[in-house]
């Protein structure tokens, strides 16, 4: 991913230029408005600085500039005072707070996955169970009965256990593929 930078700043090539380095990303500019929706409509950005003389200047084409961000960070500082280094500073800033905000709803999201598995296993394994004790099963179904609550019962173990200590293919962090270490 590329930082764009939109300033109509003097030393702005320079600052982008030092600016990719110290963040080892590559850093366009865009001058002004359309260069800046060009460059959208060419490529995806990780961050958008915006110059905040251009947003004062022109308000509706610096949000236009923030709509078309997509999953950018939009970010505004005023070139004319901040440093290259500041500039440095907010744009890890940002780039972090987005890493630990999608971490967070990563976790949030397994979490729902999980807690909504084990109410469905819960339910099927109820389910089948009371259909088993319940009437007069033909051996066919109540072995299927039996297979569907031995698997709901396999579930239900795989799910108690922590993300880490699971095995299979689908475990996070299997070790198919892989030598166990030696001794």
Excluded: Y
Excluded at 31 to 57: H, N, P, Q, S, Y
Excluded at 76 to 101: D, K, P, W, Y
Excluded at 143 to 159: K, M
């Amino acid at each position: 991913m590329s930082i764009l930078m939109v300033t109509g700043f003097e030393g702005a090539r320079n600052c982008a230029s030092w600016v990719g380095e110290q963040l080892g990303m590559t850093v366009d500019v865009a001058e002004g408005r359309k260069a800046a929706l060009m460059a959208l409509r060419e490529k995806e950005f990780a961050v958008i600085v915006v110059d905040e003389t251009i947003a004062e200047c022109d308000p509706a084409a610096a949000e236009r500039i923030c709509e078309r961000a997509g999953m950018a960070i939009p970010l505004q500082i005023n070139f004319a005072v901040s440093g290259a280094s500041r500039l440095v500073r907010e744009i890890r800033s940002a780039l972090h707070r987005r890493e630990r905000e999608q971490d967070i709803a990563r976790r949030a999201a397994a979490a729902t996955i999980e807690a909504e598995l084990k109410n469905t296993v819960a339910g099927l394994l109820l389910h089948s169970e009371l259909a088993l004790n319940g009437c007069q099963v033909p051996p066919p179904v109540a072995e299927c009965l039996r297979t569907v609550a031995d698997l709901a019962i396999h579930l239900r173990r795989q799910l108690s256990t922590p993300l880490n200590d699971r095995s299979g293919p689908c475990a996070q962090g299997s070790s198919r593929g892989r030598r166990a270490p030696s001794a």
